[in-house]
Nanobody, 117 residues
Framework: QVHFVESGGGLAQPGGSLTLSCAAS????????MSWYRQAPGKERELIAS???????YYSDSVKGRCTIRRDNAKSTVYLQMNRMKPEDTAQYYC???????????WGQGTQVTVSS
């Protein structure tokens, strides 16, 4: 059974940083494109970053230049380093397999990020 356990969220000040983690299990992590998504209150879930099996990366315009996605295949974990955070980064953050807005697997519980002074 596939599981995603996201962690690392919390309260950050504008301009601050957070690193999110997603521990995955139940599938061949090393062979999967992994992505981070977020859903703000009243908005649809959006894909914000992806990393391929060769560690090629994609970032949405909303986070490009401020976020870094990386993976550790030995730990089946994908990370999202967020810098220069903005109030509009406030959202529930999730990871999943794939590179589209259609999830391959069921969502985990996510981790809440709040950016506020």
């Amino acid at each position: 059974q596939v599981h995603f356990v996201e962690s690392g969220g919390g309260l950050a000040q504008p301009g601050g940083s957070l690193t999110l983690s997603c521990a995955a299990s139940g599938f061949s992590f090393w062979g999967a494109i992994m992505s981070w998504y977020r859903q703000a209150p009243g908005k649809e879930r959006e894909l914000i970053a992806s990393i391929g099996v060769r560690e090629n990366t994609y970032y949405s315009d909303s986070v490009k230049g401020r976020c870094t996605i990386r993976r550790d295949n030995a730990k089946s974990t994908v990370y999202l380093q967020m810098n220069r955070m903005k109030p509009e980064d406030t959202a529930q953050y999730y990871c999943n397999v794939g590179h589209t807005n259609a999830p391959v697997y069921n969502w985990g519980q996510g981790t809440q990020v709040t950016v506020s002074s």
